[in-house]
């Protein structure tokens, strides 16, 4: 079992920064992948970005050149750091982690339970 814990959000200004992290409690370097989800009130769970096993990132390309992932193996922890935000930012910010099974046909999805931005003037 696997737990996720976030932290770091806020209410901040419009073109403002924010750091999301997000420690998980076992080693993610075992980890298939780690995600940012977010979801907004009335809007279904949207991937923000991605960080796979190798290091490879996808980004959701209403935040890419704003959003970067990154990754402290040795801390067992993802960040999110959030640049010039926008109002249409603002939603509950949701940590994944896809851990393989010992059968690498089958993995299995973690969440956390959120961290809530808001972006407003």
């Known amino acids: 079992q696997v737990q996720l814990f976030e932290s770091g959000g806020g209410l901040v200004q419009p073109g403002g920064s924010l750091r999301l992290s997000c420690a998980a409690s076992?080693?993610?370097?075992?980890?298939?992948?780690m995600g940012w989800y977010r979801q907004a009130p009335g809007k279904e769970r949207e991937l923000v970005a991605l960080i796979i096993r190798g290091g490879s990132t996808n980004y959701a390309d209403s935040v890419k050149g704003r959003f970067t992932i990154s990754r402290d193996n040795a801390k067992n922890t993802v960040y999110l750091e959030m640049n010039s935000l926008k109002p249409e930012d603002t939603a509950v910010y949701y940590c994944?982690?896809?851990?393989?099974?010992?059968?690498?046909?089958?993995?299995?999805?973690?969440w956390g339970q959120g961290t809530q931005v808001t972006v407003s003037s």
């Open positions: 994944n982690a896809l851990v393989p099974d010992r059968n690498p046909l089958y993995e299995y999805s973690y």
């Open positions: 076992g080693s993610i370097f075992s980890y298939n992948a």
